[in-house]
């Protein structure tokens, strides 16, 4: 009995690390439902304090202008209330010049992605909305998207090493480029990153 | 002496011998008892020969001197079961973008296994569990930073579905090992699965369960409910820990909304509703607690009874009353309340 309880202890690591590594199969498997390439100015680097030698590249995208009215909201489930808990949706970044906004949002991704069949131009990710009441009427935002960061893995993260965090404001010249792939669970990884031709 | 099956039982007949020897000495002083020499040969023999037999099998504290250094050992596992939880955590955030991405999956799969068989290992050299204790926590800090890293690196949508596996491997290990403190572990990784499920259920995003602290009220139910459903015989110190875990989440759940701090699913304006049901549980809790002969839930049942109501009376009266005559009245009615409990004391 006790050994089967050591037993126990050691398989739920061992199930729990196992379905992890299976959704992440599962998310890389088949055609991705979006490849993208980034720079530098939709994707900043983000090194997480001195004695963390993992590094990152945050999201930056445009917040919706205008698309997410009353209807929207209401399609996204929400009421004319005054308060209302956020709510999880899925949200089409579109990569424009210089930049990735937000241009639709869905309750579910399905739609979306037969609406926004470029993959090379649409990001769809999960996301949550949030609703608040301004000049008596319901406004709301994208609170925030699921996977805002993205892990640079080796040997990526080596080309990344010598470059310093992307300053937070200003205009800047971009130093690298990278392919984002999203996969069938909408979850994303970097598929290439190089320097450019300044930085080499 | 048979019949004593766990530590805790064993320190409680130590405790009980001493105090007899404490008695004993005292009424002879006061010549109200005299044994023969005989006599006392004999008692002293036979409880020292229980004494010893306990430190062997339990290794239990039999001087006052033994106790006070060994709660200096619980301490000093728990502040030393944390250092080396931080130690791993921060050499591993060290080095991890060094290493390519199979090792560090290999690395983080492997250190929680390690903890189980260092704690296995240290279980089986030391009856006192101390280095047991330690390794214990350091498995499940090691298990929860497995699976939370493992989601960075591959860019996982956080799910809640982690700490329903840190709340199991948690309560294997507490089990296994009889120790409170991964039970105490287990207890908050699972009350926040079922609160993040149930948040869900409600059609909110789970990470904001702790806004809506409604769906932390079943989780501490469903804590207190455990001792009542399954017999804890091989485990009589578990089902107080159940107890207390389930009411001190009930009562803070039922605080954070009677003062608005967080939102409730069910009703408009809640804030009225939960401070009359927090007296009312506090009120509960000290009854129950009486009645069961179960001191723990009678102090909590108190404590927040007291809390709820003196969180009323600073909404009511802070604002618009003098102050020395807002003091002078939570002054008067400590006193009142004193008397009450006072009074409950006596009929228990």
């Known amino acids: 009995m006790k050994r089967l309880e050591l037993l126990s202890a050691v398989a739920v690591v061992l199930v729990a690390n196992a379905w992890v590594l299976v959704g992440v199969a599962l998310n890389r498997s088949g055609a991705p439902s979006a490849v993208v390439e980034l720079t530098e100015r939709e994707a900043h680097l983000v090194r997480m304090g001195e004695e963390n030698t993992g590094l990152a590249l945050r999201l930056v995208w445009a917040g919706p202008t205008g698309w997410l009215d009353r209807a929207k909201l209401e399609e996204l489930g929400f009421k004319s209330a005054p308060w209302q808990w956020p709510k999880p949706a899925f949200v089409v970044l579109e990569r424009q010049a210089g930049r990735l906004a937000a241009v639709d949002a869905a309750r579910d991704a399905a739609p979306l992605r037969k609406r926004y069949a470029d993959s090379k131009r649409y990001i769809i990710a999960p996301c949550m909305v949030r609703t608040w009441w301004g000049t008596e009427r319901l406004q709301g935002d994208i609170l925030k998207i699921l996977t805002p960061e993205i892990h640079v893995p080796l040997p990526y993260s080596r080309v990344l090493a010598g470059l310093g965090n992307t300053p937070s404001a200003g205009n800047f010249q971009p130093r690298y480029q990278l392919t984002l792939c999203y996969g069938q669970r909408h979850e994303p990884w970097i598929s290439d990153c190089r320097l450019l031709k300044e930085e080499r | ?348």
């Not at chain 2, 239990?60 to 250092?83: F, H, P």
């Not at chain 2, 399954?230 to 159940?242: G, L, N, T």
């Not at chain 2, 009854?287 to 969180?311: D, Q, S």
Request: net charge positive; with cysteine; charged share 15%.
């Open chain 2, 1 to 348: 002496m048979n019949d004593i099956t766990s530590k805790r039982e064993a320190q409680q007949r130590v405790d009980r011998i001493r105090a007899f020897r404490q008695d004993l000495a005292r009424l002879e002083r006061e010549n109200v008892l005299t044994l023969s020499s005989e006599q006392r040969q004999g008692l002293e023999a036979s409880l020292d020969h229980e004494l010893e037999a306990l430190a062997q099998r339990f290794d239990v504290d039999v001087t006052e001197s033994q106790k006070q250094i060994s709660w200096g050992m619980r301490i000093a596992s728990t502040i030393g079961g944390l250092a080396l939880c931080a130690a791993g955590f921060l050499f591993f955030h060290r080095f991890w973008g060094l290493l390519a991405t199979p090792v560090q999956v290999a690395i983080l799969m492997a250190t929680p296994v390690c903890g189980v068989l260092a704690a296995e290992y240290a279980a089986r050299r030391e009856r006192t569990l101390y280095f047991a204790a330690l390794l214990c926590l350091v498995a499940i800090a090691s298990f929860i930073m497995n699976l939370s890293v493992l989601a960075s690196i591959f860019n996982i949508t956080p799910s809640p579905g982690g700490f329903l596996v840190w709340g199991a491997f948690a309560l294997i290990l507490a089990y296994h090992y009889r120790l409170r403190l991964p039970l105490v572990a287990g207890l908050v990784c699972l009350g926040t699965y079922v609160a993040a499920e149930l948040t869900v259920f409600a059609g909110v995003f789970w990470p904001q369960f702790p806004e809506g602290s409604e769906t932390l009220i079943p989780a501490g139910l469903l804590m207190l409910a455990v001792p009542l459903a399954v017999k804890h015989r091989q485990f009589p110190e578990f089902p107080a820990v159940y107890r207390l875990a389930g009411l001190l989440v009930v009562f803070l759940a039922l605080l954070m909304l009677s003062l608005k701090m967080g939102k409730s699913y069910l009703l408009a304006d809640a804030a009225v509703f939960y401070q009359v049901t927090g007296l009312v549980a506090g009120a509960l809790a000290i009854w129950m607690g009486i009645r069961h002969r179960l001191p723990a839930m009678v102090n909590l049942g108190a404590t927040f009874f007291v809390v709820f109501l003196y969180c009323r009376f600073v909404a009511w009266w802070w604002d618009w009353m003098p102050k020395y005559l807002f003091f002078l009245i939570i002054g008067l009615i400590s006193v009142g309340l004193l008397s009450v409990f006072k009074r409950l004391r006596r009929t228990a």
